[in-house]
């Protein structure tokens, strides 16, 4: 176990950017999931971005119906059966369940 204070003086194992597959520069919010995998919304990108712990890839997700935008999460929460909900930015909720998006 590390002690939060070494945080500070630990450098960055990896710098994500757009080349790494990002939606944009700024982040506006993360969450860490049961499996360690980390979910991250970029402000002004209506895409939600997923950082997959076992393959160390980002992947970029559009809603499933016609590719219309998501919105961007501002709020995150994992149920028991480990399906991620996102309230999006101004509008809807949206479940991430077995591969898909449901608003």
Known sequence: MHDLKDLARTLPEHIFTERDGLSGKTIYGMYEDSRGDVWIAVLGADDVDLWTRATGVIRRFRNDQGGKPLGTPAVYAEDRAGDIWMGL?????TRYRNGRFQT
């Open 89 to 93: 930015y101004w509008k809807d909720l």
